[in-house]
């Protein structure tokens, strides 16, 4: 039987799965001189820095064969999206599976004082599930759908996801095979940064992390947010 009957190339190799990646881009600083946890709150915008940090990651991505942006439906994530977008002349589709995650903090101080309270004890009873917030299980599962809906659309080529922290570090944790809880001072995703998902066909082969906005990351403030 020839090469060419049995579908296979000429000399006589399958042909290689299509590579399709992922990026899931956090938006950059946003301006919040009251240290609140924002949360899903309206109203809360790109800082000037964060729009720097939003052009520069468009300009580090401008090379790519993004064929796809999406992004959460939260203003400072529609802003950070719509450098990219621009560059690549794409439309922002906007997905609420890739909002922020919900926390029963949300509109208030989270500093030392206001978490040791006992009107808030409560809250730290499952460090685990988190009882202080929306489930990472729950977190996972809405992340993982709307990555695997970005591949699809983009197969063969690239797509931008612009969310937030916690999601796009318990979408990492889940990928990865590792629990979900975790120090929140220990997740690697910082503002504007990229966590890059290349898939091999329908399989998974990689997860990289990068930080193209790093030279400003500096000038942020430590404030928290969301």
Known sequence: MSASATGMPADGTADAPELTVVHLMRHGEVHNPEGLLY?????????DLGEQMAGVVARHLEPNDITHVVASPLERAQQTAAPVAQAHELPIATDERVIEAANHFEGRS??????????????????????????????????????DDARLAAH???????????????????????????????????????????????????????????????????????
Not at 116 to 140: C, D, K, Q, V
């Open 39 to 47: 949360g899903r709150l309206e109203g809360y915008l790109l800082s």
């Open 110 to 147: 989270v500093g030392m004082a206001d978490l040791m309270h006992p009107r808030n004890w409560h809250l730290f009873s499952n460090p685990r599930t988190p009882s202080w917030g929306e489930p990472y299980e729950e977190i996972a599962e809405r992340m993982l759908a709307a990555i």
């Open 156 to 226: 063969g080529h690239e797509a931008v996801i612009v969310s937030h922290q916690l999601p796009i570090w318990t979408a990492r944790n889940k990928l990865a095979g590792h629990r979900l809880w975790h120090d929140p001072r220990r997740r690697e995703c910082t503002l504007a940064s990229l966590t890059s998902l290349t898939y091999s066909g329908d399989e998974l082969s990689s997860i990289t992390y990068s930080e193209p906005a790093a030279a400003l990351l500096g000038q942020a403030s430590r404030s928290v947010g969301a």
